[in-house]
């Protein structure tokens, strides 16, 4: 994702909304076109999710992108004060929104099974250790459950999730998927260097974590159509990526839109991300 670092890189990577993407990124067919990052939200009023579907089809959905979750954390973009976070949980709760996995909305859409009143999609990129220590805890206190996209080589690295931790998040419902082996933009890369990104990474992942998996996440939002056959190819049912909206449609399950959650959002900016655009 888009302000994520390789392990003791202080470096990141932010794209330009504005400037055309790097590498070879097109536009796949019939997807929509990709966004680079998630605008800073304007006011608008909370808006009701789709009620439970009855059969496939499009689906109202917010799906909310977050990085780090720490304990006392600056006003910076990729970092946010657990005090925050605890609000932003209890907003929710408040307003009847119920979370659901990644899976549980690729069915919905699919096949149209059956969805909670209100449901929402809470995913945290790149394998986090405070994902562990600081949101999954609160989290669970509030029977919620989330979608955490790892590394492949970083699993068990220093700051990020074990194989065990994986599996903790795994018993109590969570979802794990794939951010690539080594969080490269895949619009970078040659052909020949893909499949290691893209079916590598599930093999690592799946290995440690003793389950399948079946959701991949394009790190810095960054696709090609190349890369979107590969996903399809490796086995994953649906691809998350950035975007702005919360409706989600059959022909956009490899690239579903996400909502970044900016460490420097008030509440009044968080609830604008869980309304329209839709």
Same mark, same amino acid.
């Given at each position: 994702?888009?302000?994520?670092? &390789?392990?003791?890189?202080? !470096?990141? +990577?932010?794209?330009? /909304?504005?400037?055309?993407? @790097?590498?070879? *990124? =097109?536009?796949?067919?019939?997807?929509?076109?990709?966004?680079?990052?998630?605008?800073?939200?304007?006011?608008?009023?909370?808006?009701?999710?789709?009620?439970?579907?009855?059969?496939?089809?499009?689906?109202?959905?917010?799906?909310?992108?977050?990085?780090?979750?720490?304990?006392?954390?600056?006003?910076?973009?990729?970092?946010?004060?657990?005090?925050?976070?605890?609000?932003?949980?209890?907003?929710?709760?408040?307003?009847?929104?119920?979370?659901?996995?990644? &899976?549980?909305?690729?069915? !919905?859409? +699919?096949?149209?099974? /059956?969805?909670?009143?209100? @449901?929402?999609? *809470? =995913?945290?990129?790149?394998?986090?250790?405070?994902?562990?220590?600081?949101?999954?805890?609160?989290?669970?206190?509030?029977?919620?459950?989330?979608?955490?996209?790892?590394?492949?080589?970083?699993?068990?690295?220093?700051?990020?999730?074990?194989?065990?931790?994986?599996?903790?998040?795994?018993?109590?419902?969570?979802?794990?998927?794939?951010?690539?082996?080594?969080?490269?933009?895949?619009?970078?890369?040659?052909?020949?260097?893909?499949?290691?990104?893209?079916?590598?990474?599930?093999?690592?992942?799946?290995?440690?974590?003793?389950?399948?998996?079946?959701?991949?996440?394009?790190?810095?939002?960054?696709?090609?159509?190349?890369?979107?056959?590969?996903?399809?190819?490796?086995?994953?049912?649906?691809?998350?990526?950035?975007?702005?909206?919360?409706?989600?449609?059959?022909?956009?399950?490899?690239?579903?839109?996400?909502?970044?959650?900016?460490?420097?959002?008030?509440?009044?900016?968080?609830?604008?991300?869980?309304?329209?655009?839709?």
């Amino acid at each position: 994702m888009a302000g994520c670092t &390789q392990p003791g890189q202080a !470096a990141t +990577r932010d794209p330009d /909304p504005a400037a055309p993407a @790097p590498g070879t *990124l =097109t536009a796949p067919t019939p997807l929509p076109a990709t966004p680079a990052l998630t605008p800073i939200p304007s006011s608008v009023p909370l808006d009701d999710a789709s009620p439970p579907p009855s059969r496939p089809g499009p689906v109202t959905v917010p799906i909310l992108l977050y990085h780090h979750v720490r304990a006392s954390a600056p006003l910076v973009r990729y970092s946010l004060d657990a005090q925050r976070f605890e609000a932003q949980l209890d907003d929710l709760v408040n307003h009847g929104y119920h979370t659901i996995t990644m &899976q549980d909305l690729v069915d !919905a859409i +699919r096949t149209g099974a /059956p969805l909670p009143d209100r @449901p929402i999609v *809470l =995913t945290f990129d790149d394998g986090n250790l405070d994902v562990l220590e600081q949101a999954f805890p609160r989290m669970l206190a509030r029977g919620m459950v989330g979608v955490v996209y790892v590394v492949g080589n970083r699993i068990g690295a220093e700051g990020f999730l074990s194989g065990e931790d994986l599996k903790r998040l795994r018993d109590a419902g969570w979802e794990i998927g794939s951010h690539g082996m080594t969080h490269l933009a895949l619009s970078d890369l040659r052909a020949e260097a893909m499949p290691a990104e893209i079916e590598g990474s599930k093999t690592a992942i799946e290995a440690a974590l003793g389950k399948p998996i079946h959701s991949f996440a394009y790190p810095f939002g960054m696709v090609t159509d190349e890369s979107l056959l590969l996903v399809v190819a490796a086995g994953y049912t649906s691809g998350a990526g950035l975007g702005i909206g919360n409706e989600h449609r059959p022909d956009g399950l490899l690239y579903l839109s996400r909502r970044e959650v900016r460490g420097t959002y008030d509440l009044e900016s968080f609830r604008a991300l869980l309304g329209p655009p839709g």
